[in-house]
């Protein structure tokens, strides 16, 4: 099967090609670069011993989506190219609804031009906005707080629409809760440019000594230590997540939507003191003020991914701290 990547290079989709390779599916590469690099092209040829096909591309040029459609005889797209940064997004909403909607629009045309019928698209649990209970299901109520939630939300409605008019159509939106981790190469990981909004990256950053310290947002949350409890998923187990999707949309039209966690909360304070135990490093902290917009917990409900992908997250958080450190010793040693 030939399977087209949007947003390749990028932290999770680098992750989904080298799975997919894995697992014997012709890989083809697209990505504008715009938060990512050649090299994750070169990690993943080191990794598989294989020339994977990448396209520099960006997926408001609807053109060349269907030139490459057509000349790699794409089969299904995994649709991961976006914008992700909940404060960017605030600050610049025209430009995430344009990069974002506008570019999956574009990608769905070319898609419909080909004929093409399967789509998995990376979605994500903040579509569902303030939990109303916990754990959170696919049935929860969707309210995005904040433009590139409403992106994501909006890309989804729109695909489901395409997919009530297209009778053969199937598409498998997943919704992400925190992915962390990396791949145990040490080749591929998460490396945002600037100072890191997420909590894992931030830890690394103090751990490498780039940072001074983690600022911990609040210790009064409603949880076990006070501080926000998340529900923090290994990239791997995305990456596996896609594959079972992909299989789930060979054999089945419609659409799915489905969560993709790991169905376990973890605080930050726990997470702290694993990436302490796992990486031998001591991470300073202080306790700040909350962070606006933060909730206290987040979980997800997986029974739904379990029935009908056939899939559970199974790395722990060790497996999780240990990856991520593992990264950024690699990437440390490959800089200097
Ligand atoms: P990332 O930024 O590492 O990867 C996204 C990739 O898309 C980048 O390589 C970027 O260059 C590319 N891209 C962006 N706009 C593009 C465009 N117009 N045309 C072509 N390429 C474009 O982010 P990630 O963490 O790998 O996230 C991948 C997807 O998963 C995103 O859609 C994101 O919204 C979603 N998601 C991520 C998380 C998370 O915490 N990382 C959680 C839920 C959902
Ligand atoms: N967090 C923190 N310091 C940081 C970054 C995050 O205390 O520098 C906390 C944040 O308040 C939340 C948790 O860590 O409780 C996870 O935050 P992240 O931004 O990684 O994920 P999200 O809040 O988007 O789920």
Redesign the pocket.
Known sequence: MNILI??????????IALVLIHKGYNVVL???????NHN?NTALKIITGKIIPFIH?????TEKLVEILVDYKIDAVV??????AVNESIQKPIYYYE??VA?SISLLKAIEKVNLKKVVF?????VYGNPQYLPIDEKHSTNPTNP?GQ??LQIENILFDYTKSEQNFGVACL??????GAHQSGLIG???KGIPN?LMPYICQVATGKLPYLKIFGNDYNTHDGTGVRDYIH?MDIAEGHLAALNLIENTKGWHTINLGSGQGYSVLEVLITFEQTSNKFIPYKIENRRPGDIDICFAKTEKAEKILKWKAKRTLNDMCWSTWNFHLQSFVNNN
């Open positions: 949007t947003g390749a290079t990028g932290y999770i989709g680098s992750h697209y990505d504008n670069l715009s938060n990512s994750v591309g960006d997926i408001r040029d649709h991961l190219a976006g914008k992700k990069n974002n570019g990376s979605s994500s649990a903040t590139y992106s994501k919704r992400y809760f925190n992915p962390v998460e490396n945002p997420n990239v």
